[in-house]
């Protein structure tokens, strides 16, 4: 099989606060993992593409000093939302992909519930 | 650039009748992927079935079969004998294979209510 974790599934926080998600490969290395926002009712919309041991890509109109990401191991990614304010509040989910091709399949994490008070 | 279209906000389906949600797509690259995934209540994302862009036989997966036509740019995923567990939200997504990231794009979603 192929797992993908993700913690924690649901955070509460204050505005102003960071708060960080992190997303794991529990059965395969992840060269690549994905992180996607995704709002009530709505898509889900890529925010980054993160690679081990390099920068994170950040798709257009992501602000990547808000949402930094690091990816330290074949296993693990993280997404830190810095200074959160109540429009940061949604579904963020990642994804691992399962080999170094682009044709190789992504596997995506249960995802984590941000709400900022 | 790329894009996928579900032109269909919400679709309705009495229980055991099949159902076919719409998606079609653009884009300039010969090889890429298409895929149908489930989104119930709770959020997780369930990978339902994949179509290659040169598999020349419709991808079939147990009820899920997606009905591919190339030069329609079309990829329907057809739902055989509905479920009340099957009532969810379905994004189609395409794969891109430019520049080797192998990103998903999303379609809009489909929102599905199986009645009993």
């Known amino acids: 099989g192929a797992v993908v974790s993700q913690h924690p599934s649901r955070v509460i926080c204050k505005s102003g606060t960071s708060v960080k998600i992190e997303c794991r490969s529990l059965?395969?290395?992840?060269?690549?993992m994905f992180w996607y926002r995704q709002f009530p009712k709505q898509s889900l919309m890529l925010m980054a593409t993160?690679?081990?041991?390099?920068?994170?890509?950040?798709e257009q109109g992501v602000e990547k000093d808000k949402f930094l990401i690091n990816h330290a191991s074949l296993t693990l990614s993280t997404l830190t939302v810095t200074s959160a304010h109540p429009e940061d509040s949604s579904f963020y989910i990642c994804?691992?992909?399962?080999?170094?091709?682009?044709?190789?399949?992504?596997?995506f994490g249960p995802g984590t519930r941000l709400t900022v008070t | 650039a790329q894009k996928i279209t579900q032109t269909q906000p919400g679709m309705f389906v009495q229980e055991k009748e099949a159902v076919t949600l719409d998606c079609t797509y653009d884009?300039?690259?010969?090889?890429?992927?298409l895929f149908w995934y489930k989104q119930p209540s709770s959020g997780e994302m369930i990978f339902l079935i994949y179509?290659?862009?040169?598999?020349?036989q419709n991808a079939t997966e147990g009820r899920y079969s997606l009905n591919f036509q190339k030069a329609r740019k079309s990829a329907n995923l057809v739902i055989s004998a509905s479920q009340l567990g099957d009532s969810a939200m379905y994004f189609c997504?395409?794969?891109?294979?430019?520049?080797?990231?192998?990103?998903?794009?999303f379609g809009q979603g489909t929102t599905l209510q199986v009645k009993p």
């Open positions: 994804s691992a992909r399962k080999g170094g091709w682009a044709s190789d399949r992504q596997y």
């Open positions: 059965d395969f290395q992840a060269t690549t």
């Open positions: 993160s690679n081990e041991g390099s920068k994170a890509t950040y």
């Open positions: 884009t300039s690259d010969q090889s890429y992927g």
């Open positions: 179509q290659g862009s040169y598999d020349e």
């Open positions: 997504a395409m794969r891109e294979i430019t520049g080797n990231t192998g990103k998903l794009i």
